[in-house]
């Protein structure tokens, strides 16, 4: 009893001796090691599946490799990747897409939220039949729609345009219309979660604004000009670079779709890249697949720099 | 000492209190809220009440909302309801006829194939899809919750740097992660045992989500302080502090990361199939594309069904859970 009161004073005394200069004993009386054991998980899981292999992917790049010997070959892999002739198309069909996503899809979700917010009543229901098609797998949903883009005259929208004497269309199989109709549907799996984003965004528009203009005559219009659109600004321009970021890394779509074809139609940069790294039964080439997935980096972060620079001034007005 | 040190933190959470998005109790997020919403039906939006009373408004509000509801039934719910009808059609009539409802009957047959063992067993899959988002949510859920709690509670001398790195990620578009994580699955160091055809290869990765730890970090940050001095003076320690104060409190944002994790998983196909090549081991999700080309149209079809029943039930139970972490998503984001 007595000797463990001896060390119990003796560590105390060390540590307040010690506290300045911190050392493991006082780290740990105050509370250090428990604080790391907490840390520990998120230190361990992101260390070795997120930190490390991002040191890892700008090793790779600058590598050849079959996954036993490693040989370095300096910047070898983006030569690689830039003289690839499927390099332009891939990167111009990526641009394509995402055009074209953002002509379809941009628009329809911030429409839907003002009408949405508008409407008190059964605004529950429309926030829960515009956010279905987000939950639904979306490799059911690809498999789904590539069932309704059959290209015979039975296939379901075949069927459905028949009904006023149009089509029949051959949609996937046609190099112009694979594209436009892997936006369309990549829009219906999306559109329901921008939806929801504007529609919360809309419940924190100030309500008094509304009130004063309606008591200075304003119209509908007007409101809409210059009160909801002014608030939804910022929301409007994230939403907007969200959807950028992730239709540069659209892969599902052309995957499960078309597989990049017609004729490399719908070969976006992602497939690319997968196809570097495990389209080949051979093995891969893992060294272009990480240098051509560190362009798509570099551009998308200098990309949103640009543009969060750019709408910086605007955003805050 | 003491009291500057609590005064501090009052402050810090105090400022990222004003921009918070989120409290608990607040049943949808109110993004750059600026003032108080007014509360109860009174509250007014573009529509003034004057305007509501003229005829033109009401036809028109009227109006929009008849075309809302038949563009979203149409829109969200057709290809579903195409999908159900397609579940119990006789693959014959639904590839001459797709649109008409049931032109020679309906039959159960697809829906009996897809999930007999001998064909495509469905069941299978899906047990498996289930196995695979408990395990991740598991890992997501202990990640997010200590990590979180660490970084804004317990507040170390690293919580800064860590936090950094944690919102670098955010950024950081997920495709390059993926050669490194699938070398490292196929020929990990240290361990030298391919992870392969292994459930922990889909588990662990997904723990490192940083949006989770990032709203799981924000909402403990919105915590009152005041509770954590008062469990500390009556002697409760950080790992105390963690399950009997701070996690009872946080059940709205550990519903939110929970639904989001296992509907993410749910929807996970790319690396799932990457390191689940067994198919005895593979998702519905993996699977479905795998038996496409050799399955019968309807029996495909009824697959796909049943492969989105479970989310689906899933979102209508929890719709409150998944509606405002969408809203949450746009807001951490920006």
Partial sequence: MNTVDLTASETRRVGVRHRRHHTPVTWVRGGGLTTLLFALPLLLIFGVFSWYPMVRTVIISIQKTNLITYTWVGLDNFRTVIHDPLFPIAVKNTAYFALLALIFGYPVPLVAGVLMSELRRLRGLYAVLAYLPVVIPPVVAVLLWKTFYDGSSTGVFNTILGWVHLGPYYWLSSQQMAMPALVLESTWANAGATVIIYLAALIGVNSELYEAASVDGASLWRKVWHITMPQLRGVMLVTLILQLIGTAQVFLEPYLFTGGGPNYKTLTVLLLIFNYAFGNSLGGDYGSATALSLMLAGFLAVFSLVYLRATRSWSTE | ?334
């Fill in chain 2, 1 to 334: 000492m003491i009291t500057s040190r609590i005064r501090r933190r009052r402050k810090s959470s105090e400022r990222v209190g004003s921009e918070s998005l989120m409290l608990p109790g607040h049943r949808m997020p109110r993004i750059r809220r600026r003032r108080k919403p007014v509360a109860g039906a009174t509250t007014q939006g573009l529509i003034s009440s004057s305007d509501w009373n003229r005829p033109s408004v009401k036809w028109g509000v009227g109006a929009v909302h008849a075309l809302l509801l038949v563009g979203l039934v149409v829109i969200g719910l057709g290809p579903l309801l195409w999908l159900a009808k397609a579940t119990i059609t006789p693959t014959q009539d639904i590839i001459s006829n797709p649109m008409a409802i049931f032109p020679h009957g309906a039959t159960w047959n697809n829906v009996r194939e897809a999930w007999s063992p001998q064909s495509v067993h469905v069941g299978l899959y899906i047990w498996n899809t289930v196995v695979i988002c408990f395990g991740s949510w598991l890992v997501q859920l202990t990640v997010a919750t200590t990590g979180g709690y660490a970084l804004s509670v317990l507040r170390p001398k690293y919580a800064r740097v860590v936090t950094g790195m944690l919102l670098m990620t955010l950024f950081l578009p997920a495709v390059v992660l993926l050669v490194p994580l699938y070398i490292m699955v196929v020929n990990p160091p240290l361990i030298h045992h391919s992870f392969i055809n292994s459930y922990w290869a889909v588990w662990l990765p997904a723990g490192a989500s940083s949006f989770n730890v990032i709203i799981m970090k924000r909402f403990f940050d919105n915590l009152p302080r005041e509770l954590f001095e008062a469990a500390r003076i009556d002697g409760a320690g950080p790992v105390r502090l963690f399950f009997s104060v701070v996690l009872p409190m946080s059940k709205p944002i550990l519903g939110v990361v929970s639904v989001f994790a296992v509907i993410a998983e749910w929807k996970n196909f790319l690396w799932p199939f990457l390191v689940l090549q067994d198919a005895s081991k593979q998702p519905i999700s993996v699977r479905l594309p795998a038996i496409a080309g050799q399955t019968e149209l309807g029996v495909l079809l009824a697959a796909m069904f049943i492969a989105c029943i479970v989310p689906i039930v899933g979102f209508l139970f929890f719709q409150r859970s998944f509606l405002r972490g969408s809203g949450l998503g746009g807001a951490i984001k920006g």
